[in-house]
């Protein structure tokens, strides 16, 4: 292993650019090689960011040995392919949330990640910067007492409202769920594990996707997640954490958090912590990654390959209730 | 009928304190009695509020000819009992909410104040403030577009935790669902009429009764609104409506507003109104009921007994799916 991790990028898109920044901030990386379906893209995103190596399949990337671990930034749908083929070549990833569009898919990526011994993790970068470490500490040293609820939200109202594209398509796992559902559901998973109970609702859209959900979750200690996605309205894209002693309170944007503040409910007193990020938040979770790979780790505390998995079957639930399978789920 | 109304007032706790006060900023009501099942308690509260009639049963109060308005101000348990004594002896209701414990109640309720033609109205005093009519104005105007969310919370943590008390008695109908999750259904009520589609989950205390509850409404618009209510956690007590233009936050407590912040997405301009109050919030509905009657009028259109009714059945209905039944209403 080389003292700086080798990167490369499967996928060079809007995510990827921000990875790509996110990696020129980190001490124990660098982006070395980029691969695309399409040749020319792969080139044009190589010299955009001084790439050294572009391929035009991400088998050529998965098989360069001089790369060390793969950051997949595909549609959702591909994860699961491109995942594969990476971890068959004994490469490490990182793949961008969710890890896979279902359980099934994640399940068999797991279990590859466990044949192949290499570390696979999914790429929520939320729990990475040093004030979600900050909130952590906080609920865990009980600054809030025991926490009774949840709120987080994320909703945007996107630009682009092609029906074919990566948000509407339900070819591409399309809809609110997978694309930023998944933050408020990962945090609270986060902080309160796996619930007892689910309720839901979604408005689903023309194209049969998810514009919206509302998520109601139950948790053995009786607390309660209020969670919502969206992808037709915007929302406050806060999150609140509310305890028997206080709350916390994470300010937009909650999902990379840079400012918190705290209450006391008995003396209404407020303190605000801010921690602007060093980079653009990115690079939070390439050094973690990087990190576990320098140290031969297989798998990250911070984000396990048993919780994403947890999650994912969560999500597979509340799709369930819908009565929402992607076409390709479909017999 | 009278230049001002005189109103009496059943039940001399803390919120007939609260409306007694409210009185006394209106131009238009006085307060004239006041009874109790204890006539010394009457008596007291009489003394208080330089009251001149005070009673010992709530049947003599209902029979007093010099009496316009009554104010029932008595635990839930009793709305019911309370508001048929005074509406059979010819007198204007304003009920403190819920109107009554069940549909059931209700329904006998507004059967009667047809029956007798006389003014009925629930006590949801949130209604009533200028700043409420404000925000009623600029969700018509369409200021924020088509509402796509409403989030809206009242949960506190009580200083009298008596398992026998009004709160956490079920033969009281205690719980956060009655005494404040009904302020949130209201409003969202008020705003977006009746649901389509109901999911809520409860957790229930050692009294039995809802300690804290989360609600999930969906409209035929595609439009959702989460709430929530508790009796064991302070929240936000902010109530948030989003829109496909923007977004109106009415900031603690929503649930008496003062302050609201609007917020155009698009150009992130955010305005800010603030109307406090002009006495102590009550003189709003007092004033507003008192004019309906100067008017002769049997119903009032902020708060209508049609849409107390279709709340209260919506309670019901949340209950229905907790399995909660209060004591009173098992066979």
């Known amino acids: 292993m080389n003292e700086k991790i080798k990167w490369g990028i499967i996928g060079p898109g809007r995510i990827a650019r ?5 990696l020129s901030y980190t001490s124990n990386a660098e982006l070395y090689g980029v691969a695309s379906r399409t040749l020319q893209r792969s080139k044009d995103f190589a010299n955009e960011w001084s790439v050294p190596m572009a391929f035009g ?15 997949v930034a595909t549609p959702h749908s591909e994860h699961h392919d491109a995942a594969l083929t990476c971890m068959r070549n004994r490469k490490a990833v990182l793949c961008e949330k969710p890890l896979a569009v279902n359980a099934t898919q994640a399940f068999s990526m797991v279990q590859e990640a ?24 906080l609920v865990h040293e009980k600054v809030i007492g025991e926490i009774r609820l949840l709120q987080a939200d994320f909703g945007f109202m996107p630009k682009d409202l092609d029906p074919a594209g990566r948000l509407f398509n339900p070819s591409l796992a ?3 769920l997978l694309d930023v559902g998944i933050y408020p559901i990962s945090f609270s998973s986060m902080l309160l594990g796996m619930p007892i109970d689910i309720e839901t609702i979604a408005t689903l859209g023309k ?16 607390a309660h997640a209020m969670l919502h996605s969206s992808i037709c309205c915007e929302t406050s894209q806060e999150a609140t954490i509310f305890g028997t002693l206080g709350s916390i309170r994470i300010h937009k944007q909650c999902w990379r ?31 973690s990654f990087s990190d576990l790979l320098l140290s031969d780790k297989k798998d990250s505390d ?23 399978r992607y076409p390709f789920e479909k017999n």
Chains 1, 2 share one sequence.
């Open 257 to 287: 958090p840079q400012k918190i503040t705290i209450t006391n409910h008995s003396t209404e007193k407020q303190e605000i912590i801010e921690m602007p990020f060093n980079g653009n938040g990115f690079n939070y979770e390439a050094e």
């Open 114 to 137: 466990k044949k192949q011994e290499v570390l696979l993790m999914e790429g929520m970068w939320s729990r990475f910067p040093p004030l979600m470490e900050k909130v952590r500490q």
């Open 174 to 176: 399309g809809g609110s």
């Open 57 to 71: 399949s991400y088998q050529e990337l998965a098989e360069e040995k001089s790369i060390d671990a793969i950051y």
């Open 207 to 222: 194209t049969e996707v998810d514009e919206q959900a509302s998520y109601l979750l139950k948790y053995e200690s009786g």
């Open 18 to 22: 921000a990875f790509a920044k996110g």
């Open 302 to 324: 911070i984000m396990p390959m048993q919780e994403s998995l947890e999650i994912i079957t969560l999500l597979d639930r509340i799709r369930e209730k819908w009565g929402l």
